[in-house]
């Protein structure tokens, strides 16, 4: 086997994006503050990445991923975000995919993977009801059997994108019998299907991000239960593996850095207003720094682990947790070094198409709505004290 000249790779990838990323995608890039993309240029740029196979960089080859090592992976995640490339579709491409490759049948592969893969297909997920946060083993919608079909009725809740989604992959309760994660089924459901219904719910931002789904008497085809009937806890753990560790964060926390940086230094420009103690913020910065390189030392491991298994593990649990407490730090200093800045609201701003001037420099309008959204990042997926947990479990024995 040939060695991989890592290098060639990353011009490769460089000039695959200088010559199509358009003016439009890098600007919804750049303007992304919350966990999801703006959902058109996401699209656009999902079809254009697949179109030159690059559609899916952790998948197999053969279910249409690039078959790239980890390094592979790393270099062109890097160099979409240096590039201002639009985010992926998370739901869709790092959860969905590689749970319909752990657990789907060769049916369900040879349909919704390629439908993924060409953003046809877009994907929510309808695990979180009102009264079942993190306590997802006490959901209460029911799937019950009627013939060759389900026939769904319940709510979910912080249901991201559903407004756009084509399709959601669904937890719901087939028994009521035996432990609560016994009773759960693992659905595919067409957001088409007759008797569901989105109402939005908006973030701090102002951003419509988030809905409240209803599913009213809702039938779905057996063939779309994904594992056996009871045994969708078992695969629910397993996409949620994806979920907190299927892609590296250390390129993100990175760019946080240097926009930390960049502010920093023009807070210590001659004529500025300099409100900060430099010497003590520049060591909480350096600080901020080194826990970087531990998360991408961590992530190292994940995804050696990820190589030997298929799927990152327990290990995901740590990095969400140290990584998503970490962006919150940065986050905040940059607010801190910001200044004033952050207290003009710009909603018209934040949109991909504006042309017109922001007050202060390129990075103050989008500090506080990113600031906003990352409060939310030690909740989604599952809550920091839900992570600690795992780790006390499967490293600690406890």
């Known amino acids: 086997m040939n060695e991989i000249d890592y290098l060639t790779f990353r011009q490769d990838i460089r000039g695959f994006l200088e010559e199509n990323l358009t003016h439009s995608m890098r600007q919804a890039g750049r303007l992304q503050t919350y966990a999801f993309p703006h959902m058109e240029q996401a699209l656009e740029w999902q079809k254009v990445r697949n179109i030159h196979g690059y559609g899916a960089p952790n998948w197999p080859e053969e279910f249409g991923g690039t078959g790239w090592d980890v390094r592979q992976q790393e270099i062109f995640h890097e160099e979409c975000l240096a590039a201002g490339a639009p985010g992926i579709h998370q739901q869709s491409l790092n959860m969905c995919g590689p749970c319909l490759i752990g657990h789907g049948s060769k049916a369900q592969q040879d349909y919704y993977l390629p439908r993924i893969l060409s953003a046809e297909h877009v994907w929510c997920q309808g695990y979180s009801e009102p009264e079942s946060g993190s306590d997802l083993a006490s959901i209460k919608t029911s ?149 970087a390189l531990a998360v991408q030392a961590t992530e190292l491991r994940l995804n050696s682990k990820r190589g030997q298994i298929g799927s990152p593990g327990a290990f995901s649990s740590m990095t969400r947790v140290i990584s998503r407490e970490l962006l919150q730090d940065i986050d905040e200093l940059l607010v801190e070094t910001t200044g004033p800045y952050v207290m003009a609201f710009q909603p018209e701003a934040m949109r991909p198409g504006f042309d017109g001037k922001v007050i202060g420099p390129d990075y103050a309008h989008t500090a506080v709505p990113r600031y906003f959204d990352q409060r939310a990042a030690t909740i989604a997926g599952g809550t920091s004290e839900v992570q600690r947990n795992i780790i006390a479990k499967a490293f600690l024995g406890l």
């Open 143 to 291: 799937a019950e059997r009627d013939g060759d079909q389900y026939i769904v009725s319940g709510t979910k809740i912080w249901t991201s994108n559903a407004h756009d989604a084509t399709h959601m992959f669904c937890l719901v309760r087939t028994s009521s019998e035996g432990r609560p994660q016994q009773g759960i089924s693992f659905l595919l459901i067409d957001m088409k299907s007759p008797g569901i219904s989105v109402k939005s719910i908006k973030n701090l931002n102002g951003v419509h991000e988030q809905n409240h789904v209803y599913l009213d008497n809702v039938r779905v085809p057996q063939s779309n239960r994904v594992g056996g009937e009871n045994e969708g806890w078992k695969v629910a753990k397993y996409l949620l593996e994806f979920e907190r560790g299927g892609t590296s964060i250390v390129p993100m926390l990175r760019r946080n850095l240097a926009l930390v940086m960049t502010a920093l230094d023009e807070a210590a420009a001659p004529g500025a207003a300099d409100q900060l103690d430099q010497a003590n913020f520049r060591r909480m910065l350096a600080a901020k720094e080194m826990a």
